[in-house]
């Protein structure tokens, strides 16, 4: 394999929801994508220029999540730089959100479930940068 070959990173990760309408604008109002591409029921949610997540629009009860030991996990993390003041709008805003939980030296981090109950990992870390 030559050096122009290799993978540079994740451009988006796609998510089933049932209303893809009514989800792009949840993602809009509380995290600030912006929609691109729609394209009947696909569409792709943008932070300015770079692309974030691509939602379809199911019509069964997918959801990204799995489990482990009974327990939801997650299958997508975003980065955010003040955890406290997300936590607290999320759940502001009536937004299903767990505790904080303060690992040390690997940061902090919550999770969340949208519109639909897929689930999401947030995540802050001071000493971890990031190249968007």
Same mark, same amino acid.
């Given at each position: 394999? %030559? *050096? @122009? #070959?290799?993978?540079?990173?994740?451009?988006?990760?796609t998510?089933?929801?049932?209303?893809i309408?009514n989800?792009?604008?949840?993602?809009?109002?509380?995290?600030?994508?912006n929609?691109?591409?729609?394209?009947?029921?696909?569409?792709?949610?943008?932070?300015?220029?770079?692309?974030?997540?691509?939602?379809?629009?199911? %019509? *069964? @009860? #997918?959801r990204?999540?799995?489990?482990?030991?009974?327990?939801?996990?997650?299958v997508?993390?975003?980065?955010?730089?003040?955890?406290?003041?997300?936590?607290?709008?999320?759940?502001?805003?009536?937004?299903?959100?767990?505790n904080?939980?303060?690992?040390?030296?690997y940061?902090?981090?919550?999770?969340?479930?949208?519109? %639909?109950?897929?689930?999401?990992d947030?995540?802050?870390?001071?000493?971890?940068?990031?190249?968007?």
């Open positions: 394999m %030559d *050096n @122009d #070959s290799k993978i540079l990173g994740i451009a988006y990760n998510i089933p929801v049932s209303d309408n989800s792009a604008e949840w993602f809009v109002k509380h995290f600030g994508f929609i691109r591409n729609h394209r009947g029921n696909y569409l792709s949610l943008f932070r300015g220029n770079r692309p974030i997540l691509d939602l379809i629009q199911t %019509d *069964n @009860d #997918s990204a999540v799995y489990e482990i030991d009974r327990k939801k996990r997650w997508i993390t975003f980065y955010t730089d003040n955890i406290d003041f997300l936590h607290y709008y999320l759940k502001s805003q009536d937004i299903k959100v767990g904080i939980s303060d690992e040390g030296i940061g902090k981090f919550f999770t969340l479930e949208d519109l %639909d109950g897929n689930l999401f947030i995540w802050e870390h001071k000493d971890c940068q990031l190249n968007f």
